[in-house]
């Protein structure tokens, strides 16, 4: 296809594709020329990428002292941690039990898991709500992972997966001597390990984002998820001193943006899951 | 047939049925926990949300009463409910296009050279899973009405500069903006998975037929063969901002004057800033309902696009 356009229509391409690109990541460039620069340089319509002084150690420090910026990645590390492992294993061994035994409730069980996939989360967020707030348990881990233990997308794409794996593997498995529940873990654990590659970047970084039921459930800063904290921070800016907020910004952002560049197309494979989730 | 073959099936037939036993127990306990967390974390709740969508029930409450379609009524004759839906709406109705189209021409240049795609990919897909509630803050500073990088470009250009956030002709747009910025780049990785499934010799086929120039082979294989796919990331794309939340809740809270009022927010104000648990649950339940059209849509493409393939 490249020889049919021409030399012409490759620089038509690279112009579009690169103004294009420049647009995309004009924010994230933007972040952190910001949380380098002094307030002085901030606030002026002065176009620069770099500052004329440089004010990082400032602006980073004072993110840092003005809210507990480690403890919002921290709780985002052990709470979309928690939360994917949890919903692997709920999900794991009934996906094994709908796509590879035979037991009379597989297809109502299949019914209501398709229309689960129908149902947004901030559906039942309302009861979940009072659920929590009766049981005490508002502003705590537990808040912001037990509405999230269950992913019917989980059990799904899980069952989509093991439906292609032969069942002489299986059947190798039980003449061993395997029991079933030692097959899930020992043998289909290990060979979905591509599927839950994907639905485990999808589940990351849906909680890491997620904003809403945080917003809800969290009463005290050191309970904040990042989305939620990244607000915080938002809040205990006064005036126009832009510098420490861009500094925490940046902090919050980078984990994800990071272990995209890294991982790209894992990334893109699990993020286009939502094509089947909605 | 002797005794000798009679006796093997003779004793494998109990232990047959004994081994489906097995199996059909081994199945409900493995699927013991996903079932009562279906039930209790997923389906109730969904049923609890209708049923408080018909009381008149506060948070904190004592007592709540059964109202029937009191709280339907009331919404239909809410100024604010109207307004965030059809701001939902237009929201909805500009990102999708935009956001679709955007994507489309991002695929389709990537696809047509081979130089530069990694990098455009990447490039393109990076809102995608930035934490858009932090970049918010950014896009808020870069639409700031005397300093923000886009109004200094603006006026660069030899416009005005715009209070995007602040009035309310352009607050939704601007947000709809951010929404596009976010989205395009899904639609994009998508449109390519299209793209590439298209096989190389229909175009060879085409061009024999004397479709040459880019546009006609554009318009006689490509869009025909890219349909699926392009009908699929719409209904996608249109359920995804349907659920607009973040941008709104953080840079306008439904301002000015209720300009950017979305449905999600107005459920979170009625629910949780008002406490009327029984209301906020009649919006969660219209916002379902909408939902569910698009999702119900989105099964039938995907149904077809199985028997295609």
Redesign the interface.
Same mark, same amino acid.
């Given at each position: 296809m490249t020889a049919r356009g021409g030399f012409a229509f490759s620089i038509f391409r690279h112009v579009v594709l690169a103004a294009g690109a420049v647009v995309m990541i004009a924010p994230f460039i933007w972040l952190l020329s910001l949380s380098v620069k002094p307030a002085d340089e901030i606030f002026t319509t002065d176009l620069r990428l770099l500052p004329l002084r440089w004010d990082a150690g400032r602006n980073y420090a004072e993110a840092f002292a003005k809210v507990p910026l480690h403890r919002y990645l921290l709780n985002g590390a052990i709470v979309t941690a928690t939360i994917f492992t949890l919903q692997v294993l709920v999900a794991l061994p009934a996906a094994y039990a709908l796509a590879k035994l035979r037991f009379g409730l597989a297809q109502p069980l299949f019914a209501l898991v398709l229309l689960g996939l129908l149902i947004p989360g901030h559906v039942p967020a309302i009861p979940h709500y009072v659920m929590l707030s009766s049981a005490g348990l508002l502003n705590s881990y537990p808040a912001l992972i037990l509405p999230s233990v269950i992913s019917v997308f989980g059990i799904f794409w899980i069952r989509q997966f093991f439906k292609t794996i032969p069942d002489d593997l299986i059947h190798a498995a039980r003449l061993d001597g395997l029991s079933e529940f030692s097959i899930v873990w020992r043998i289909m654990l290990p060979a979905a390990a591509p599927a839950l590659t994907a639905f485990g970047i999808l589940s990351v970084v849906f909680h890491w984002n997620d904003y809403f039921w945080p917003l809800l459930v969290v009463t005290s800063p050191d309970m904040a998820m990042p989305a939620l904290g990244t607000v915080y921070l938002r809040n205990t800016e006064a005036g126009t001193d832009y510098g420490p907020l861009m500094a925490g910004t940046a902090i919050i952002t980078a984990p994800l943006v990071i272990a995209f560049l890294l991982a790209q197309r894992r990334f893109i494979e699990g993020m286009t899951l939502t094509g089947l989730k909605g | 047939m002797t005794a000798t073959t009679a006796l093997p099936v003779a004793i494998e037939r109990p232990s047959r049925s004994t081994q489906?036993r097995a =199996?059909?127990f @081994?199945?409900?306990?493995?699927?013991a #926990?996903?079932?009562v967390? !279906?039930f209790g974390?997923?389906?109730? #709740? %969904?049923l +609890?949300?209708f049923v !408080?969508s018909f009381t008149d029930w506060q948070?904190g409450a004592p007592t709540l009463r059964w109202i029937g379609l009191d709280n339907y009524a009331h919404l239909a004759n809410d100024r604010v409910f109207w307004k965030s839906l059809s701001n939902t709406v237009l929201y909805v109705l500009v990102v999708v296009p935009a956001s679709v189209l955007?994507g489309l021409? @991002?695929a389709l240049?990537? =696809?047509?050279?081979?130089?530069?795609r990694?990098?455009?990919? +990447? @490039? /393109?897909?990076?809102?995608? %899973?930035? %934490?858009?509630?932090?970049?918010a %803050?950014? &896009?808020e500073?870069?639409l700031h009405p005397?300093?923000g990088?886009i109004n200094? $470009?603006i006026?660069a250009l030899g416009f005005s500069k715009q209070n995007w956030l602040k009035d309310p002709d352009l607050a939704l747009f601007a947000l709809a903006g951010i929404g596009v &910025?976010q989205a395009?780049?899904?639609n994009m990785? $998508?449109l390519l998975?299209g793209l590439k499934s298209i096989p190389r010799d229909l175009y060879e086929a085409a061009a024999i037929d004397g479709a040459d120039g880019?546009w006609t082979r554009f318009l006689t294989v490509t869009l025909p063969m890219l349909g699926p796919a392009l009908s699929?990331?719409l209904i996608?794309s249109a359920?995804?901002s349907f659920?607009v /939340?973040?941008t709104v +809740?953080?840079l306008t809270e439904g301002g000015p004057n209720k300009a950017t009022e979305v449905l999600?927010y107005t459920?979170?104000q009625e629910?949780?800033g008002f406490f009327r648990?029984g209301y906020?649950?009649a919006i969660?339940v219209v916002? $379902?309902l909408f939902?569910?059209v !698009?999702?119900?849509v989105?099964a039938r493409l @995907?149904e077809k696009r199985v028997h295609y393939s």
């Open positions: - | 489906a =199996e059909a @081994a199945a409900y306990v493995l699927s #926990p996903a079932i967390c !279906l974390i997923l389906l109730l #709740p %969904t +609890a949300t !408080l948070f955007l021409g @991002a240049l990537i =696809e047509a050279g081979t130089s530069g990694a990098f455009y990919r +990447a @490039a /393109f897909f990076l809102p995608v %899973t930035a %934490t858009l509630i932090a970049m %803050t950014v &896009w500073i870069m005397s300093v990088l200094v $470009l006026e &910025w395009l780049g899904l990785v $998508l998975a880019p699929f990331v996608i359920i995804r659920q /939340f973040d +809740a953080v999600l459920m979170y629910g949780f648990a906020g649950a969660t916002f $379902l939902v569910l !698009l999702t119900l989105k @995907a």
